[in-house]
């Protein structure tokens, strides 16, 4: 008796006799025709399934519409945590139907329809130790409960109080800004922490200055006591030198420090240092492509982020594991990691998030996505500069111009090549600045007369590179540079090119690379008339690929295998079925192409096809293939005209979001500015009234002259004050007061009706004069420089004219509407302090008026009294 079968797919468990579908051990409830439509894609999906093929045998020959088959999709994606967005599992055929692309294994079962942790390698049921395994699940920390918010270092996250001194993975540019201002004025101890804070932040941002800084605080440890503290901070330093040295292409070098470093922090209870010192090793892998190899070290420290309740470190390093699964299997990473990662992205910080973006990104490459993942690309560069990750910002600044080349927006494509570039350059890490340079140029190597300028580039790339043997980078170029030296039938300098690009591939076992540069190896071969070592690098390049899932490495190998033998339809070959060599791998090549579901077949194809057809005079097939490959050619045009509109869109997208944050951010500092100037202009008043009530309760002029003098000099720019008063008949003015570079101005007097006194003018008219630019005009006070600046103000109390006040500056412009603010209000307060006086003295006079005739008046009443005779 036959046992049922059980599909097993990227977390996913189907059983086909019992129809039940469980997603990472939780049971779906699925829709009955839903499961049947799910069921019969998954048993047929070595190929495309065509909609009228579904229709009949999943609704039974049912006259229903295309949305119907949309919306069976849509649930079945749902139920295998598949995303409609990019799905990895089940794909959609635009106008044909559908296939499932996902790795499925086929297991035979008892009929228990439980789930058992031995079924799925990357489940683990509750309280059971988990067995080891390539791709670990995420843990499920982002899940927990939140905790009591604090703002961490770069990002809003939730660790608990012990951490909120801790040193962050990331920082803010404003916070990093704030830190260098307040470096300076710190001694001792302050100054150490914030050394070793800036030394780390600084990392990427100005590598050198993060050194100079890290050198400082190693002296500074040196001289204090050698506790846990300081180990710490010295191993957080040696985490700053490991990154230069990264950074600087020295991995070996950078290694030793983030080893050495993960040495002292262990020893130290360091936990958040631990993380940190994986997450560089980790990076330093990744360039080594040694990511399996770190992968173990990962995942500890995930472990040891939980423990520690670092929600920031936390989903970096299971970021790092699901980049490195990524890379591996595309499809089961996001079936894994997918609810995750938009977890992280919803609540982290700038940095989770940017990196969130990055992982996203990838997915959405290897579904062919290229607007989803220019979107991606995008955010990502944007968050990583927020946090200063200046080598994350290069490297996506240069995916965004490859991907809008790729869209056929080479004027967007060559401007964020540029930048990436200059960006590059002025970083000065060589491995950054080569892998720019070769975006570049194979951005400009496309474009109709630039194939030179494309060369010069990869040059000074390889000049970079010399010290890097066999680094990813290196053999992008070399590739590259071969493929541009056969476009200028430079065939020699191209092998030699492709055979370096194959040697050091093996050697470091980069499958992919090796094949493709055995490609290039074969063309150029055949193009130097040597087809039979033409022949030999084709079919090695065809061996590495064969059995294998290569994607477009299959294609493109299985394209120049037929092309060398269409070329030399001579060459010694074992026997196939079809009519000659070159077809037999063309139809290969063609079902290939049909297998990976990548769209229209492309037009060079279909046209090899028709040309082999109508060699061997089979030519109702070559018509047929001519004029598919003339569908094809519109349909890519027509791709590229939707293309070029779909980046001109994000480009006028991200256009009016800048100039919207532009406004916004031109609205928010004017509002501050206005709110400053408000809270400014209070202050003034406030002080203003305080100054007024000091003036006014003087009753002796010299003392509100001296009041005056004291609170002009406060708060103008006065180089001279000075007051002038009318005369009992109001026809002369007279300097009741004057200083001038605090010395005392001598006595003058100014006639009233004199036209060339400004002075005279503001009290004959009655109004302000502010006066700029005076070298011209006669000085306002004898002895005086002429002034730059002037600014006078009637004294009058009602309708009763007192004078005028003026103060004088030898700076221009120094009196705006602030400064005839404040001196209208002095004048004001100063004209009823001096009235008041006036009218005080005035009254004192009248007194000892009175006092003297009272005392006078005594002395003649005795004298006019008569005198008394006796006896009256």
């Known amino acids: 008796m036959t046992k049922p079968l059980e599909y097993h797919f990227a977390g996913c468990r189907l059983n086909v006799a019992t129809r039940e579908l469980w997603l990472r051990d939780e049971p779906q409830r699925v829709e009955p025709r839903v499961l049947d439509f799910l069921v019969y894609l998954i048993e047929r999906r070595d190929r495309v399934v065509r909609k009228d093929e579904l229709f009949a045998h999943v609704w039974d020959g049912e006259m229903l519409t295309d949305s119907v088959l949309g919306r069976a999709a849509s649930k079945a994606r749902k139920a295998i945590g598949d995303c409609g967005d990019y799905p990895m599992l089940l794909r959609t055929v635009h106008r044909v139907g559908y296939r499932f692309v996902g790795d499925v294994r086929t297991v035979e079962v008892c009929g228990s329809s439980e789930p058992a942790a031995a079924l799925a390698p990357e489940t683990v049921l509750s309280g059971q130790t988990p067995s080891p395994s390539p791709s670990p699940s995420p843990l499920p920390l982002p899940l927990l409960a939140p905790a009591p918010a604090v703002r961490s270092r770069g990002a809003v996250l939730r660790p608990p109080p012990a951490m909120e001194e801790a040193l962050g993975f990331f920082a803010l540019n404003e916070e990093v800004a704030a830190w260098t201002a307040a470096l300076p004025a710190l001694r001792g101890a302050a100054r150490l922490d914030m050394l070793v804070r800036l030394a780390w932040h600084l990392r990427q941002r100005d590598t050198r200055q993060a050194l100079q800084l890290a050198d400082e605080a190693a002296l500074l440890l040196l001289v204090g006591p050698q506790d846990a503290s300081a180990q710490s901070a010295n191993a957080r330093l040696m985490l700053v030198r490991g990154e230069a040295r990264w950074l600087d292409g020295h991995l070996h070098a950078a290694n030793d420090f983030a080893t050495q470093a993960a040495a002292v922090f262990e020893a130290c209870a360091d936990e958040a240092g631990l993380c940190d010192a994986t997450l560089l090793r980790a990076a330093i892998a990744a360039d080594r492509d040694e990511t399996a190899a770190i992968e173990a070290a990962v995942r500890s420290a995930v472990v040891r982020a939980e423990a520690l309740g670092d929600n920031e470190r936390h989903a970096l390093l299971q970021l790092q594991l699901a980049l490195g699964e990524t890379l591996r299997a595309p499809a089961d990473a996001f079936a894994r ?24 990104a990838n997915w959405a490459q290897s579904g062919a996505d290229r607007v989803r993942r220019l979107q991606h690309a995008m955010a990502a560069r944007e968050l990583f500069a927020a946090v200063g990750q200046r080598r994350d910002v290069i490297r996506q600044t240069g995916n965004v111009g490859e991907l809008f080349g790729n869209l056929f927006d080479r004027e967007a494509a060559l401007d964020c090549l540029d930048a990436a570039l200059t960006e590059a350059r002025a970083a000065g890490w060589p491995l950054t600045q080569a892998a720019a340079l070769a975006q570049s140029a194979a951005v400009i190597g496309a474009m109709p007369g630039r194939t030179e300028d494309a060369i010069r580039l990869l040059d000074e790339a390889r000049r970079l590179l010399a010290p890097f043997p066999g680094h990813r980078v290196s053999l992008m170029t070399l590739r590259h540079r071969g493929e541009l030296l056969l476009t200028l039938d430079r065939h020699d300098e191209a092998l030699a090119a492709f055979e370096l690009a194959v040697t050091q591939s093996r050697q470091r076992g980069l499958r992919s690379f090796e094949v493709k540069g055995l490609i290039g190896l074969a063309e150029a071969c055949s193009r130097l008339g040597r087809p039979l070592e033409a022949r030999d690098a084709a079919l090695r390049a065809l061996a590495l690929v064969d059995g294998r899932e290569n994607g477009c490495c299959g294609f493109l190998v299985l394209e120049a295998v037929a092309r060398i033998f269409g070329k030399h339809p001579d060459l010694p070959h074992e026997a196939v079925p079809e009519a000659s060599v070159a077809l037999h791998y063309l139809l290969r090549a063609l079902a290939k192409e049909a297998r990976d579901s990548r769209g229209t077949s492309p037009p060079s194809l279909l046209d090899a096809l028709a040309a082999e057809y109508a ?87 010299e003392d509100v002259f001296a009041a005056l003098d004291r609170h002009v000099h406060a708060l103008l720019d006065a180089s001279s004050l000075a007051v002038f008063l009318l005369d009992a008949c109001g026809t002369t003015l007279e300097l009741a007061f004057g200083v001038a570079g605090g010395m005392p101005v001598p006595a003058m007097r100014v006639a009233l009706d004199d036209p060339s006194v400004p002075v005279a003018r503001c009290v004959r008219e009655n109004r302000e004069l502010h006066l700029e630019c005076m070298e011209a005009s006669p000085p306002l006070m004898p002895g005086m420089m002429p002034p730059q600046s002037a600014l006078l103000i009637p004294l009058a109390v009602g309708m009763r004219m007192l004078g005028a006040l003026t103060v004088q500056s030898f700076c221009p412009h120094a009196y705006g509407e602030r400064e005839r603010l404040v001196l209208r209000s002095l004048s004001a307060y100063s004209a009823v302090a001096l009235n008041n006086a006036e009218i005080c003295r005035r009254l004192v006079c009248a007194r000892d008026a009175r006092a003297a005739t009272s005392a006078e008046a005594p002395g003649a009443g005795r004298q006019l009294q008569p005198v008394r005779r006796e006896g009256a």
């Not at 609810?339 to 969130?356: F, H, I, K, M, Q």
């Not at 030519?619 to 791709?639: I, K």
Request: hydrophobic fraction near 50%; include cysteine; charged fraction near 20%.
């Open 337 to 360: 990691w997918s609810a995750s990662v938009e977890g992280w992205r919803a609540a982290g910080g700038p940095g989770v998030r940017a990196l969130c973006h990055d992982v996203q």
């Open 615 to 701: 060699r061997l005079g089979d030519h109702a097939n070559a018509y047929a293939f001519a004029v598919r490959a003339r569908m094809a050619l519109a349909a890519a045009q027509s791709d590229e005209a939707s293309s070029r509109a779909i980046a001109m869109k994000i480009r006028h997208d991200v256009a009016q979001a800048e100039a919207d944050s532009q406004h916004h951010r031109a609205l928010a500092i004017a509002h501050a500015e206005r709110a400053a100037a408000l809270a400014q202009t209070n202050a003034v008043l406030e002080r203003l009234g305080t100054m007024g009530q000091e003036i006014a309760r003087h009753l002796r002029t």
